[in-house]
């Protein structure tokens, strides 16, 4: 420490896996510190005594670091010393990325300059409880993904030996055994009924994880208000509405804005001006691909239930797309719909209105 100072600190955090990079500025636009720490209790525990040394000194410490996995991490921890803790929006703030000297060491320095001038745009963090169901939300649709391919490659196994199966016949013992029992017999295979054995039970232990999962998460949105009213929307079912309202928690951050809730979940068409001409483009994908995943799941349930909602106007909107552009945009455009409806819902804490979908003043009743 080179001396001592009083008034404003503020500290870049270049963090990695393994270590992080610190920087510190005072408001005379020196550099007091500028360091190197493990990713260990030990560095963590080293960086807050410096930091405490300094605030010992009259300083007022600043932290600022960029969203990465472990960002939270350090924002938890460091609070706990009582430092104010600021979460870049990477996707915001380009200074770093674009800069031509990338070294830890830089990039510390520049984000505790720009901390000091206010011009870093903040990354909203969910509450501990929404990052926990996000958690599980992840685990369930990694073990999903991981039963789809198995089912795969066991289609794609069978057909190599001349045996059509259909989906439905994964689903039952008594289906899966004549399975076996049709590569147990056949005349070019004499050890692959072993391989179809172990992919079946590979699929049932998924299964079972699966359905630990979903129970887990369902406990834990029991008393969930968001989910009970998502749940109200025909088409919506528990593991839809935990993911939205996973990642929809905080409603109040987008200011009333439906437009900057359908940007956040990253369903709205591009953009694209140039003199007087304006293109609209694919999605931007910019949000949480589980929430845009989740609203499209919401979109195909709402169009099953046609004993429901086949008179909606939502969803003749929809039939008549799907004949002029094809069914994939007009799910994404239903799945717009359904975002600004849940919009709604959320902010007036209102369950869902099927009435409202029959008539024209729809637009005017969700706006």
């Keep these: 420490m080179s001396k001592a100072e009083t008034g404003r600190l503020c500290v870049g955090v270049d963090l990695h896996k393994t270590q992080f990079t610190i920087c510190a500025l005072n408001e005379d636009g020196e550099y007091l510190l500028e360091k190197q720490y493990p990713t260990k209790e030990e560095g963590y525990s080293e960086f807050a005594r410096e930091m405490h040394r300094f605030e010992e000194q009259g300083c007022s410490i600043e932290l600022a670091v960029e969203t990465t996995g472990n960002a939270r991490f350090l924002k938890n921890r460091m609070e706990s010393e009582f430092f104010a803790v600021k979460v870049v929006n990477t996707n915001r703030f380009k200074v770093i990325t674009m800069s031509t000297k990338k070294t830890d060491a830089n990039d510390a320095a520049t984000l505790a300059f720009y901390l000091m001038k206010d011009m870093l745009p903040e990354a909203h963090l969910c509450s501990q409880t929404s990052e926990e169901i996000r958690r599980l939300l992840k685990t369930r649709s990694v073990l999903v993904q991981s039963m789809v391919k198995i089912k795969n490659q066991i289609h794609g196994m069978m057909l190599g030996y001349g045996i059509e199966t259909k989906a439905a016949q994964l689903q039952s013992k008594r289906k899966r055994q004549e399975l076996i029992n049709d590569l147990e017999d056949h005349n070019f295979s004499a050890y692959t009924a072993p391989s179809l054995k172990v992919m079946l039970k590979i699929l049932d232990d998924l299964s079972a994880e699966i359905k630990g999962i979903e129970k887990l ?5 029991t008393s969930n208000e968001d989910v009970a009213l998502l749940m109200t929307v025909p088409g919506i079912g528990i593991n839809t509405a935990t993911v939205i309202a996973a990642y929809t928690a905080e409603l109040e951050r987008f200011e009333g804005n439906y437009k ?7 369903i709205i068409p591009s953009v694209h001006n140039s003199n007087e001409t304006t293109h609209y483009g ?5 949000g949480p691909q589980e929430l845009r995943t989740a609203f499209v799941q919401a979109a195909l349930g709402m169009i ?12 003749k909107e929809y039939q008549r797309r799907k004949g002029d552009k094809g069914s994939g945009r007009a799910i994404i455009a239903l799945a717009r719909k359904i975002t600004r409806i849940v919009f709604v819902m959320l902010s007036k804490r209102e369950g869902f209105n099927p009435t409202l979908m029959r008539y024209e003043q729809e637009i005017q009743q969700t706006a």
């Design 217 to 221: 998460l369902e406990e834990m949105v």
């Design 304 to 315: 099953r239930l046609t004993n429901v909602s086949s008179e909606w106007r939502i969803i």
């Design 282 to 286: 694919r999605i931007t994908k910019h």
């Design 260 to 266: 900057k809730f359908a940007s956040y979940v990253g």
